[in-house]
């Protein structure tokens, strides 16, 4: 049924959900997975007269962040062991998550997302988004949203 499932997460208690759930499909039809997080790009913002956050401070803060997410993609990996799930992870960064989790899927010839959604609606979905949104939006393979 599948073969390779992507499970994105941003850590939080209901990706963990996402996980669980992604990792027992993965039992059942012997699919792998991979874990995918997306730390952000610190923007450095260039104003009239100054630059706002220098370089050599945007590329430490990203390395930061980077470091941060793959220990707890390690984390992951391991209860992927534990369930006898064969897991990958990956650590993007990029300025837009849902885009990073739409070219992984594909790169990785993902035939099932399965992702979180906090389920925001009015203006809190208007002003934060929905990264979940814009990946059943544009996603050509099927995916299995959890709440």
């Known amino acids: 049924m599948y073969k390779q499932i992507l499970i994105p997460t941003d850590g939080g208690e209901l990706s963990q959900k ?10 059942l039809t012997g699919a792998r997975v991979t874990i995918l997080t997306v730390t952000p790009s610190y923007p450095v913002t260039y104003m009239e007269g100054g630059i706002a956050a220098n370089r050599e401070f945007a590329e430490e803060s990203e390395r930061q962040w980077k470091e941060e997410a793959r220990k707890a993609m390690e984390k992951v990996r391991e209860q992927g062991k534990a369930a006898g799930v064969e897991t990958d992870v990956q650590v993007l960064s990029g300025d837009s998550i849902s885009d990073q989790i739409l070219n992984a899927a594909k790169d990785i010839g993902a035939d099932l997302i399965v992702m ?11 002003l934060l988004g929905s990264e979940t949104q814009h990946v059943l939006t544009g996603a050509k393979i099927p995916v299995l949203v959890l709440r």
């Open 116 to 126: 979180a959604s906090h389920g925001r609606k009015g203006i809190a979905k208007l």
């Open 18 to 27: 996402a996980i669980a759930h992604g990792f027992e499909l993965a039992k």
